[in-house]
DNA sequence: CGACTTGATGTTTTT
DNA sequence: CATCAAGTCG
């Protein structure tokens, strides 16, 4: 997408970079004066949809044209792969190649590129392994019961939660246990299994995601003179959704925004380091000039350790900092403004801030209460099938949830409904048994000393190795000390059964054969400092290719007989291809930065906004997002606010933010939505609409069906709606029955025609070979009959459009949706 | 050692 | 409900 011809000449411009006053053309004041401001310390607070990406995306340019920084000299940070990736692409849009050189990455990508750049300095390997919460929560669940730590009431989740907190914290096992009560068993216990989760992921040289943070902020204070090197480099720190930063991210900014001592600036100058000319009068190099942008009615990340702290005391951090304040929103109509305006003014203890915008009211909100889950989604899924017919593009309705759990409802009536759709962040694509299974081959080739890797492909595909055989080899490493990798190869040795043994030397030769094929001069023994061998002639996909068909991983799950087997082993095709597609974009990538990506930027296939669905995601993935039409679903008492948040200090205020930010996505149309009931975890149970909900102005709200209309209809609801109804369920039905939301539902019919709207979901079914034409009549389990329109596509995802008598036009997948041809 | 059964168990949000 | 852990039999 690169229309620039030579960065190098002048004239090479091609994609028109705007004049110099062109950046800040069509800018209001604030923004203008966000993006022109120069000085040590900018805190842009910027309230939802004020156009801070782009104040942020025209200040770089800004800093760039006006000859303030080299593009090497700009760091800017978000918080998510997704912010870092438009905002790249919209910096491209404005400098083209100019951009290059540039670090524009989340936190954790930056961090990561600094210590595999510095491993040495604090003894990790540079390819260190990324382990997620998953491989940490295997770690914890190992270390528990070795210890009988469960016994003690230890969970693996309940541990996790406590040290990524208190990594956040920059915490250790040292430091916390000399502020523990060290007379309390359960402290005790608790700082051991934290020592020995420290030491495993140091015998392994594997990080977390907390580590990858603490690390670096760890790196720069024990290694100044490595510190001086980030910090005379980057001379403009941008950061993004400031208000998510914990207490590690601010401590990594405040190490790189650092002034630069003289004595270090005469020692890097001696070296060759030409820096004397960023000196100031005082010899030393002065700190970066920092901007942070923000919003605090957007912080909802509290639950990871974000301290809102950070942005309210900025100018105290920063003395002289210059604050500008954008409140002008360019996103949403008047009316979802109120809507967000009025949510918000319930927390306590802000700054009150109101943001408002010249585009005018705008539709009124749509609500809905559904009786059901499915029910809501059916309304959902109906209206977007509206929206779409008028002329609203799929990719621009986005569906919003609290729990991932919810999307189950939501998907099974997207699918029969044949809707486009995917779900955002979800990414369970890396998270699949299978796929785990391929990259812990990859990690144990890039990371040998990565024992969790090692341990999971051991006995992966089926080899004959049990939990005895692994005991034994463990044993023996530790023994000899040796790593767990060298005992394989040594396993000959053992006194194992020959068979066993054999399997073992099979998988260690095949492992080294992998990494011989990435170090092609030297062995592979050494780690390489930083220099990926200049002719990478081997790709990830060879080494990965040769991995799958060495160890028969990819065999045994095509030859299984488990049906599943079949979309597993499709699974790791398509993981192929897409190292195939790595190698193809990256051609001087090496093996580990494809672990790193994979690791890092797993979101990373919701990258290509191109196709025409709608996406639906949680609220926490939406921030920053916009689209023409939102539905925030849900929004029930436990939902919304969740119940375990309810109860914590701290929690309802920010759950209501939540809200704010789902709220605050839409343009134009948004819609909110409940259920009377909902099952959770097997059973049905009442919910009872949020209360944030009444916080909005009635008169901005347009019920479709109020919950004092689903609430009174009585006997025709679904069984679990009649048999257990909670005392408080009538509260609200009876109360607001009365006042508000009676007015609605008199004015309102409830549905168009047929007002018996379904409740209930058969299992997937079945059709067979059923072939419907244009024209035939067909009856449907819960829309009744209708006549056949149209048919489209293709094999199993023919999909038919349907004029049903009395619910409308629908369009269903022929092949599993409840119907029949009569 | 591995395939199979039953039984318990847990549940927010994310890099 | 749905995954995961432990237990049993071949």
Same mark, same amino acid.
């Given at each position: 997408?690169?229309?620039?011809?030579?960065?190098?000449?002048?004239?090479?411009?091609?994609?028109?970079?705007?004049?110099?006053?062109?950046?800040?053309?069509? !800018?209001?004041?604030?923004?203008?004066?966000?993006?022109?401001?120069?000085?040590?310390?900018?805190?842009?607070?910027?309230?939802?949809?004020?156009?801070?990406?782009?104040?942020?995306?025209? @200040?770089?340019?800004?800093?760039?044209? %006006?000859?303030?920084?080299?593009?090497?000299?700009?760091?800017?940070?978000?918080?998510?792969?997704?912010?870092?990736?438009?905002?790249?692409?919209?910096?491209?849009?404005?400098?083209?190649?100019?951009?290059?050189?540039?670090? $524009?990455?989340?936190?954790?990508?930056?961090?990561?590129?600094?210590? @595999?750049?510095?491993?040495?300095?604090?003894?990790?390997?540079?390819?260190?392994?990324?382990?997620?919460?998953?491989?940490?929560?295997?770690?914890?669940?190992?270390?528990?019961?070795?210890?009988?730590?469960?016994?003690?009431?230890?969970?693996?989740?309940?541990?996790?939660?406590?040290?990524?907190?208190?990594?956040?914290?920059?915490?250790?096992?040292?430091?916390?246990?000399?502020?523990?009560?060290?007379?309390?068993?359960?402290?005790?216990?608790?700082?051991?299994?934290?020592?020995?989760?420290?030491?495993?992921?140091?015998?392994?040289?594997?990080?977390?995601?907390?580590?990858? $943070?603490?690390?670096?902020?760890?790196?720069?204070?024990?290694?100044?003179?490595?510190?001086?090197?980030?910090?005379?480099?980057? @001379?403009?720190?941008?950061?993004?959704?400031?208000?998510?930063?914990?207490?590690?991210?601010?401590?990594?900014?405040?190490?790189?925004?650092?002034?630069?001592?003289?004595?270090?600036?005469?020692?890097?100058?001696?070296?060759?380091?030409?820096?004397?000319?960023?000196?100031?009068?005082?010899?030393?190099?002065?700190?970066?000039?920092?901007?942070?942008?923000? =919003?605090?009615?957007?912080?909802?990340?509290?639950?990871?350790?974000?301290?809102?702290?950070?942005?309210?005391?900025?100018?105290?951090?920063?003395?002289?900092?210059?604050?500008?304040?954008?409140?002008?929103?360019?996103?949403?109509?008047?009316?979802?403004?109120?809507?967000?305006?009025?949510?918000?003014?319930?927390?306590?203890?802000?700054?009150?801030?109101?943001?408002?915008?010249?585009?005018?009211?705008?539709?009124?909100?749509?609500?809905?209460?559904?009786?059901?889950?499915?029910?809501?989604?059916?309304?959902?899924? =109906?209206?977007?099938?509206?929206?779409?017919?008028?002329?609203?593009?799929?990719?621009?309705?986005?569906?919003?949830?609290?729990?991932?759990?919810?999307?189950?409802?939501?998907?099974?009536?997207?699918?029969?409904?044949?809707?486009?759709?995917?779900?955002?962040?979800?990414?369970?694509?890396?998270?699949?048994?299978?796929?785990?299974?391929?990259?812990?081959?990859?990690?144990?080739?890039?990371?040998?000393?990565?024992?969790?890797?090692?341990?999971?492909?051991?006995?992966?595909?089926?080899?004959?190795?049990?939990?005895?055989?692994?005991?034994?080899?463990?044993?023996?490493?530790?023994?000899?000390?040796?790593?767990?990798?060298?005992?394989?190869?040594?396993?000959?040795?053992?006194?194992?059964?020959?068979?066993?043994?054999?399997?073992?030397?099979?998988?260690?030769?095949?492992?080294?054969?992998?990494?011989?094929?990435?170090?092609?001069?030297?062995?592979?023994?050494?780690?390489?400092?930083?220099?990926?061998?200049?002719?990478?002639?081997?790709?990830?996909?060879?080494?990965?290719?040769?991995?799958?068909?060495?160890?028969?991983?990819?065999?045994?799950?095509?030859?299984?007989?488990?049906?599943?087997?079949?979309?597993?082993?499709?699974?790791?095709?398509?993981?192929?291809?897409?190292?195939?597609?790595?190698?193809?974009?990256?051609?001087?990538?090496?093996?580990?930065?494809? !672990?790193?990506?994979? &690791?890092?930027?797993?979101?990373?296939?919701?990258?290509?906004?191109?196709?025409?669905?709608?996406?639906?995601?949680?609220?926490?993935?939406?921030?920053?997002?916009?689209?023409?039409?939102?539905?925030?679903?849900?929004?029930?008492?436990?939902?919304?606010?969740?119940?375990?948040?309810?109860?914590?200090?701290?929690?309802?205020?920010?759950?209501?933010?939540?809200?704010?930010?789902?709220?605050?996505?839409?343009?134009?149309?948004?819609?909110?939505?409940?259920?009377?009931?909902?099952?959770?975890?097997?059973?049905?149970?009442?919910?009872?609409?949020?209360?944030?909900?009444?916080?909005?102005?009635?008169?901005?709200?347009?019920?479709?069906?109020?919950?004092?209309?689903?609430? &009174?209809?009585?006997?025709?609801?679904?069984?679990?709606?009649?048999?257990?109804?909670?005392?408080?369920?009538?509260?609200?039905?009876? %109360?607001?029955?009365?006042?508000?939301?009676?007015?609605?539902?008199?004015?309102?019919?409830?549905?168009?025609?047929?007002?018996?709207?379904?409740?209930?979901?058969?299992?997937?079914?079945?059709?067979?070979?059923?072939?419907?034409?244009?024209? =035939?009549?067909?009856?449907?389990?819960?829309?009744?009959?209708?006549?056949?329109?149209?048919?489209?596509?293709?094999?199993?995802?023919?999909?038919?459009?349907?004029?049903?008598? &009395?619910?409308?036009?629908?369009?269903?997948?022929?092949? $599993?949706?409840? $119907?029949?041809?009569?």
């Amino acid at each position: 997408m690169t229309l620039i011809l030579d960065p190098d000449e002048p004239g090479g411009w091609s994609d028109a970079p705007p004049a110099a006053s062109a950046l800040v053309d069509g !800018l209001n004041p604030e923004q203008r004066e966000a993006v022109e401001y120069r000085g040590p310390a900018l805190l842009i607070v910027a309230g939802a949809g004020s156009g801070k990406t782009r104040v942020l995306t025209h @200040r770089i340019a800004g800093l760039l044209e %006006s000859r303030d920084a080299w593009p090497s000299q700009i760091l800017a940070i978000t918080f998510t792969n997704k912010a870092a990736a438009e905002m790249r692409e919209r910096v491209r849009h404005l400098l083209g190649d100019g951009a290059d050189g540039m670090w $524009i990455s989340t936190f954790h990508s930056a961090c990561v590129r600094i210590l @595999r750049r510095e491993a040495d300095a604090i003894g990790l390997s540079s390819t260190f392994t990324i382990y997620d919460s998953a491989d940490t929560r295997v770690i914890l669940k190992r270390i528990i019961k070795d210890l009988d730590a469960d016994t003690m009431g230890f969970t693996p989740a309940g541990v996790q939660g406590k040290i990524s907190k208190l990594k956040n914290e920059l915490a250790d096992a040292d430091s916390y246990a000399r502020n523990a009560n060290m007379n309390d068993p359960h402290e005790v216990m608790f700082v051991e299994i934290f020592r020995q989760y420290a030491r495993r992921l140091r015998d392994a040289s594997a990080l977390d995601f907390d580590d990858l $943070i603490g690390e670096t902020v760890y790196l720069f204070r024990a290694f100044p003179k490595t510190a001086a090197l980030y910090q005379r480099r980057f @001379r403009h720190i941008l950061v993004d959704e400031y208000q998510d930063t914990n207490h590690a991210q601010y401590s990594l900014i405040h190490e790189l925004t650092r002034p630069v001592a003289p004595e270090l600036v005469d020692e890097m100058e001696s070296q060759g380091l030409h820096v004397r000319s960023l000196a100031d009068s005082s010899g030393s190099i002065p700190g970066a000039s920092l901007t942070v942008v923000g =919003d605090s009615d957007q912080s909802i990340y509290a639950f990871r350790g974000a301290d809102i702290r950070n942005i309210v005391e900025f100018e105290r951090d920063f003395p002289g900092a210059r604050v500008v304040l954008l409140e002008q929103n360019y996103r949403s109509t008047q009316n979802i403004l109120s809507a967000a305006n009025a949510v918000i003014g319930n927390n306590f203890d802000r700054k009150d801030k109101k943001l408002w915008t010249a585009v005018g009211d705008g539709e009124k909100i749509t609500g809905y209460t559904g009786y059901t889950a499915h029910d809501e989604a059916q309304f959902i899924a =109906d209206e977007i099938e509206a929206l779409h017919r008028s002329g609203v593009d799929y990719r621009d309705i986005a569906v919003f949830y609290r729990t991932n759990a919810q999307t189950r409802a939501l998907e099974e009536i997207f699918v029969r409904s044949a809707l486009p759709y995917r779900v955002v962040g979800g990414t369970k694509f890396y998270e699949r048994a299978e796929i785990k299974d391929a990259m812990a081959y990859l990690i144990s080739v890039a990371n040998p000393l990565d024992e969790l890797a090692l341990r999971r492909i051991l006995n992966t595909p089926k080899r004959g190795i049990g939990p005895a055989t692994v005991t034994a080899l463990a044993t023996f490493a530790e023994q000899n000390e040796i790593s767990f990798r060298q005992a394989m190869r040594a396993a000959a040795g053992l006194g194992l059964g020959p068979k066993v043994t054999a399997a073992i030397t099979a998988l260690a030769n095949l492992l080294d054969e992998a990494a011989l094929m990435l170090v092609p001069p030297t062995p592979p023994a050494d780690a390489p400092a930083d220099a990926p061998a200049p002719a990478s002639s081997v790709k990830v996909s060879d080494v990965l290719s040769h991995l799958l068909t060495g160890s028969g991983l990819l065999d045994a799950l095509r030859n299984s007989r488990d049906p599943q087997d079949e979309a597993r082993a499709e699974n790791v095709d398509e993981l192929l291809a897409q190292t195939k597609d790595f190698d193809k974009d990256n051609p001087d990538a090496t093996l580990v930065d494809f !672990l790193t990506q994979v &690791s890092l930027v797993a979101a990373a296939d919701d990258l290509d906004d191109a196709s025409g669905t709608v996406s639906l995601m949680t609220l926490h993935t939406a921030k920053g997002l916009e689209y023409h039409a939102v539905f925030v679903t849900g929004i029930e008492e436990g939902l919304l606010p969740h119940q375990i948040s309810a109860s914590e200090p701290g929690g309802p205020a920010e759950e209501r933010r939540l809200f704010y930010v789902g709220i605050t996505r839409a343009r134009v149309r948004l819609y909110l939505s409940l259920a009377m009931s909902r099952a959770q975890f097997g059973e049905t149970n009442v919910a009872l609409p949020s209360r944030y909900l009444q916080e909005i102005p009635e008169e901005l709200i347009d019920w479709k069906q109020s919950p004092g209309m689903a609430n &009174s209809r009585g006997g025709t609801g679904p069984r679990a709606l009649n048999a257990r109804r909670q005392p408080g369920a009538d509260r609200w039905g009876s %109360s607001y029955n009365s006042d508000r939301f009676s007015v609605a539902a008199s004015t309102k019919p409830a549905r168009a025609a047929g007002a018996e709207w379904p409740n209930k979901v058969t299992a997937v079914r079945d059709n067979g070979d059923l072939t419907l034409d244009a024209g =035939d009549r067909i009856r449907h389990a819960d829309f009744g009959e209708g006549r056949v329109t149209q048919v489209t596509g293709e094999g199993t995802k023919k999909v038919a459009h349907v004029s049903f008598d &009395s619910a409308g036009q629908k369009k269903l997948l022929i092949k $599993i949706a409840p $119907i029949e041809k009569i």
